[in-house]
């Protein structure tokens, strides 16, 4: 790891404490039912019906994992650098007994051998973490099996422009949308560097790294409020989601 992503790793081992602290009430919710978002499960649900081997790229506190293994998912592979992300996602399928293994590593350039997936997913705050976003793109097609599929259901770039007032939708005077960097000054990330993708960026990547694009979508509603916020930005009139399915 470069000196950067180690800083930023060790602030989501801080972070990720939660994970392990609120384990009984995850592990309520993946019971319960899908992590996924509405639109985000109806785009998996034709690629989940063949009992796809996924790989999830920065794979997180795991319920997106219980929730492809419950949507038609053989098994899953989730790839994380945080230790304590990690291991706190397996306890948590190890419980529910599914089919879900955890490898600590930095993403690109996974320890995981080429054509091992006809999936790999990835989204919900994943992008931002990566510095090379076209060496990820190329190390996610290198993942996929002839005829597999990419899939990314993710924070639109243009999210992280939007000022949080209730009122009226404004954009952050600190922030634009061809920036390359800011450091977060939110939880869980706050104090990390993240990176700002635009849109053709990561679409570009994709396609430069061998692979086809097959679906692309924008979504008003985020994945994530902080403290259950109703931002105006969030209401119907800005872009805040977006999902990319792309085939080898």
């Known amino acids: 790891m470069d000196a950067l992503t180690r800083a930023n790793r060790a602030i989501w081992e801080k972070a ?3 994970y392990v602290d609120e384990h ?5 919710q993946a019971r319960a039912g899908s992590s996924l978002f509405p639109a985000e499960a109806a785009l998996l649900a034709p690629l989940l019906r063949d009992s796809p081997d996924v790989v999830h790229l920065q794979s997180g506190h795991g319920l997106d994992d219980i929730a492809l293994v419950q949507g038609g998912a053989r098994r899953v592979v ?8 990690a291991g706190a996602a397996q306890r948590r399928a190890d419980a529910l007994g599914l089919p879900c293994a ?3 590593a930095a993403v690109p350039r996974a320890p995981l051998r080429s054509g091992c997936a006809d999936l790999v997913y990835t989204g919900k705050g994943a992008l931002i973490w990566q510095p090379d976003i076209e060496a990820w793109a190329r190390d996610a097609a290198r993942l996929l099996r002839p005829s597999g599929h990419l899939f990314v259901y993710e924070e639109h770039p243009a999210h992280p422009l939007w000022t949080w007032d209730v009122d009226e939708p404004r954009i952050r005077a600190n922030r634009g949308y061809f920036e390359r960097t800011y450091v977060s000054d939110t939880f869980p990330g706050e104090g990390a560097t993240v990176w700002l993708w635009t849109l053709g960026e990561i679409v ?3 396609v430069g790294a061998g692979l086809t694009v097959r679906h692309l979508s924008e979504y008003a509603e985020p994945f994530w409020r902080a403290g259950g916020l109703d931002a105006a930005a969030f209401r119907g009139r800005l872009p805040n989601a977006f999902a990319l399915i792309c085939s080898t």
């Open 16 to 18: 990720a404490r939660k």
């Open 24 to 28: 009984d009430d995850l592990l309520r």
């Open 78 to 85: 989730g790839v994380d650098y945080s230790e304590t992300t």
């Open 102 to 104: 955890y490898v600590v």
């Open 204 to 206: 570009t990547a994709a």
